[in-house]
């Protein structure tokens, strides 16, 4: 901060037994502000030399609201008797403001998101069911891991669909023009499968045309192999 740098310079000027007119002159300040940033410093001290926010104070108690702001999403607007799956800046003034008394607007609350920590991201889906035989599932997996050695190597396997068609998504385009991208003319793809050794983190696969028992057949080969 320039201007705090600037009044707390004209202090030590001062200490160091300069004239006011000679600082107001080295700073290329009015003397009546040399004056003014005396009476802060014998009033305040150092603290009184610092620079005021910039603008009115905020109307609201914002740290309270950023907390509960926090707090409202780590729960579903289900929770609190709405039927709606995701949090919108209107339904979180509403409930914001029925809790405090206050009378946010939604405007005001979407530039406190980000002060909040809070960001606009997708949702990952995942399943209510429990699978009633997890324990014992997780505990032979415990044991294979525990008893992994290089006669009996335990992996982690998976398969994937890669899709050869570009992704088409928005772009910058002239007025009344629309761009083409080419396509293969149907929708190809492509297909892995790997196995990620649970002791050495070494990655191996093998691909092909189709997702089959056939592709899962060829990675165990291709695993015994090497």
Not at 6 to 12: E, G, P, S
Not at 25 to 43: D, K, P, Q
Not at 171 to 181: A, I, N, S, Y
Request: charged share 25%; glycine share 8%.
């Amino acid at each position: 901060d320039k201007n705090h740098a600037r009044r707390l310079t004209a202090m030590l000027m001062l200490h160091r037994g300069e004239r006011v007119s000679d600082v107001a002159r080295t700073l290329c300040c009015a003397r009546s502000s040399v004056g003014r940033w005396i009476n802060w410093f014998t009033h305040s001290g150092i603290e009184g030399l610092k620079s005021l926010p910039a603008g009115r104070s905020r109307r609201w108690p914002f740290e309270h609201i950023c907390t509960l702001l926090r707090e409202l999403i780590k729960h579903s607007p289900g929770d609190f008797g709405y039927q709606r799956s995701r949090w919108s800046t209107e339904l979180l003034a509403i409930k914001i403001n029925e809790i405090t008394g206050c009378q946010l607007h939604a405007g005001t609350v979407r530039r406190w998101l980000p002060s909040a920590g809070l960001v606009w991201r997708r949702a990952a889906p995942t399943l209510r069911i429990r699978d009633p035989h997890k324990d014992e599932k997780m505990a032979v997996i415990h044991k294979a891991l525990d008893e992994c050695s290089a006669e009996h190597p335990v992996f982690y396997e998976d398969e994937v669909d890669i899709h050869l068609n570009p992704k088409i998504g928005a772009d910058w385009q002239l007025r009344g023009q629309q761009k083409r991208v080419v396509t293969p003319g149907q929708n190809e793809k492509y297909y892995l499968a790997g196995a990620l050794h649970s002791g050495t983190g070494k990655v191996s696969y093998v691909g092909g045309n189709s997702k089959s028992s056939a592709l899962f057949i060829a990675l165990l080969k291709h695993l015994k192999a090497t």
